[in-house]
Antibody, heavy 121, light 107 residues
Framework: QVTLKESGPALVKPTQTLTLTCTLS??????????VSWIRQPPGKALEWLGR???????FYSTSLKTRLTISKDTSKNQVVLTLTNMDPADTATYYC?????????????WGQGTMVTVSS | DIQMTQSPSSLSAFVGDRVTITCRAS??????LNWYQQRPGKAPRLLIY???TLQTGVPLRFSGSGSGTDFTLTISSLQPEDIATYYC?????????FGQGTKVEIK
């Protein structure tokens, strides 16, 4: 069974760096074609795509966050890591990681449960 | 970046009604368009990918159509469990974006 689970701090202070981990189960980023994205959703607002990492370590970031965002993978732990620097209250959101459907569909077919992050002093 | 505009932002319909949500891209995205359903307090669920392909397990009352810049999600007969917010998402190229969502309620 393919699952993803996000983990990390629930509260961070402004200017701090956020690190979230997405633990994969039932599939591996060592496998050719596997891709994982991060998506976030501020309370009561729309979904926002943040970026993605591919099995071959290719990475793509949203234009608005590319100066602050890094996505990496730890294949030994089967994890994907999101790092977001210089956190601001506007970054308060539920953060999701999601598996990307194979082929050319580029759709998020399996989602983690999400982890809520609040930015406040 | 490609902007995605959904309409309406919210709608209310009776059980059994046909419901249509539209999504417009700021430039042509061929058929690289996906639809998601998000029930309150839950993670989104993929309904349709490639503009018209139904994801496994999704009820047949859901359908998608369109190509280029204009797309439609249709629920042929609205059910109480369809109460949710629906999002389109474009996957053309390497920078992906979501629409702002359409909230569906029951009258």
């Amino acid at each position: 069974q393919v699952t993803l689970k996000e983990s990390g701090p629930a509260l961070v202070k402004p200017t701090q760096t956020l690190t979230l981990t997405c633990t994969l189960s039932g599939f591996s980023l060592r496998t050719t074609g596997v891709r994982v994205s991060w998506i976030r959703q501020p309370p009561g607002k729309a979904l926002e795509w943040l970026g993605r990492i591919d099995w071959d370590d290719d990475k793509f970031y949203s234009t608005s966050l590319k100066t602050r965002l890094t996505i990496s993978k730890d294949t030994s732990k089967n994890q994907v890591v999101l790092t977001l620097t210089n956190m601001d209250p506007a970054d308060t959101a539920t953060y999701y990681c999601a598996h990307i459907l194979g082929g050319t569909a580029d759709a998020f077919d399996i989602w983690g449960q999400g982890t809520m992050v609040t930015v406040s002093s | 970046d490609i902007q995605m505009t959904q309409s309406p932002s919210s709608l209310s319909a009776f059980v059994g009604d046909r419901v249509t949500i539209t999504c417009r891209a700021s430039q042509s995205i061929d058929n690289f368009l996906n639809w998601y359903q998000q029930r309150p307090g839950k993670a989104p669920r993929l309904l349709i990918y490639g503009a018209s392909t139904l994801q496994t397990g999704v009820p047949l009352r859901f359908s998608g159509s369109g190509s280029g810049t204009d797309f439609t999600l249709t629920i042929s007969s609205l059910q109480p469990e369809d109460i949710a917010t629906y999002y389109c998402q474009q996957s053309d190229g390497t920078l992906w974006t979501f629409g702002q969502g359409t909230k569906v309620e029951i009258k």
